[in-house]
């Protein structure tokens, strides 16, 4: 399994838009390409204006392909035309132990 963690500082008061920018614009073309396993926009309790974002890749070479469609509609950088002034930071990590809970619970599930 491959993870991309993306930081992300939004301008003041500017959350709940790049809330509904990742849930009805990104994760919908994101989530349809092979080898996508699950995203998870957190947004961070005692900063608002900071959160991250966890995509899950069933491989590094997923999410790499995924990266050469060059489709800037599904790029994260997108959301600079959305919301100027949006910082973005993106590091990738090969996910070599994990366990997942016998039951996963609602919130969880893609």
């Given at each position: 399994?491959?993870?991309?963690?993306?930081?992300?500082?939004?301008?003041?008061?500017?959350?709940?838009?790049?809330?509904?920018?990742?849930?009805?614009?990104?994760?919908?073309?994101?989530?349809?390409?092979?080898?996508?396993?699950?995203?998870?926009?957190?947004?961070?309790?005692?900063?608002?204006?900071?959160?991250?974002?966890?995509?899950?890749?069933?491989?590094?070479?997923?999410?790499?392909?995924?990266?050469?469609?060059?489709?800037?509609?599904?790029?994260?950088?997108?959301l600079?035309?959305?919301?100027?002034?949006?910082?973005?930071?993106r590091?990738?990590?090969?996910?070599?132990?994990?366990?997942?809970?016998?039951?996963?619970?609602?919130?969880?599930?893609?």
């Amino acid at each position: 399994m491959y993870a991309q963690m993306t930081r992300i500082r939004v301008p003041a008061a500017r959350m709940k838009d790049l809330r509904s920018i990742i849930e009805n614009e990104y994760l919908p073309i994101v989530s349809r390409r092979p080898g996508f396993v699950a995203a998870y926009l957190m947004e961070q309790v005692d900063d608002e204006n900071s959160a991250q974002m966890l995509q899950l890749w069933d491989s590094h070479a997923a999410a790499e392909a995924f990266t050469r469609t060059g489709s800037f509609a599904a790029s994260l950088q997108a959301l600079a035309v959305h919301l100027p002034g949006i910082r973005i930071e993106r590091d990738g990590f090969i996910v070599r132990v994990s366990r997942v809970a016998a039951e996963t619970p609602a919130f969880a599930r893609v």
